[in-house]
T-cell receptor, first 116, second 117 residues
């Protein structure tokens, strides 16, 4: 079974400093991996996705993530945090094979707090 | 393209009552998903439709839950005889065909909050 582990339940950074949200995955195949963001009382917005192309994936709002097979990691980074980045972030793995349900398995989430 | 729409956004109901949520996926998306998210947790998969066919159901979907997608467009999720443990956000999502070599993108609605009192 595929799974993801988000190593931090809560991360606090100062505005303007770098952001690092950590995620490790477990998969029998070369996985498809995603990061979604959820602002309070809102649905989920896709930040970026990895689907076996370039290992460094750029997403929206200045976020990027690097797929490292040797470390089974897919950490999310941003060079400079903004107050509007405060939200819950989910690392997600998906069944990669065509013709099957794209069932997403979510991590437990990392709450990002951005302080002045 | 207006995205995935869900209705109602919030529902408060008494224990034992039935509730129904509606989801309108992105037009031309043939795959539709329902997820449930409780406070402090990530969303959990409930069920999946390809067109009008319900192809997969989670064990989380007890016999009090039923989902339909009669014409392969909008979907409904009904919960009968609600229990306090059903209080959660119910998320709908949709996607197009899967491409070989990678996962297709799944787009989520803003969710329907259910509170059972």
């Amino acid at each position: 079974a595929q799974s993801v582990t988000q190593l931090d339940s809560h991360v606090s950074v100062s505005e303007g400093t770098p952001v690092l949200l950590r995620c490790n995955y477990s998969s029998s195949y070369s996985p498809s991996l995603f990061w979604y963001v959820q602002h309070p009382n809102k649905g989920l917005q896709l930040l970026l996705k990895y689907t076996s192309a370039a290992t460094l994936v750029k997403g929206i709002n200045g976020f990027e993530a690097e797929f490292k097979k040797s470390e089974t990691s897919f950490h999310l980074t941003k060079p400079s945090a903004h107050m509007s980045d405060a939200a819950e972030y989910f690392c997600v793995v998906s069944d990669p094979w065509p013709g099957t349900a794209s069932k997403l398995t979510f991590g437990t989430g990392t709450r990002l707090q951005v302080t002045l | 393209d207006t995205g995935v729409s869900q209705d109602p956004r919030h529902k408060i109901t008494k224990r034992g009552q039935n509730v129904t949520f509606r989801c309108d996926p992105i037009s031309e998306h043939n795959r539709l998903y329902w997820y449930r998210q409780t406070l402090g947790q990530g969303p959990e998969f409930l069920t999946y439709f390809q067109n009008e066919a319900q192809l997969e159901k989670s064990r989380l979907l007890s016999d009090r839950f039923s989902a339909e997608r009669p014409k392969g467009s909008f979907s409904t999720l009904e919960i009968q005889r609600t229990e306090q443990g059903d209080s959660a956000m119910y998320l709908c999502a949709s996607s197009g065909e899967t491409n070989r070599g990678g996962g297709n993108t799944i787009y989520f609605g803003e969710g329907s909050w259910l509170t059972v009192v």
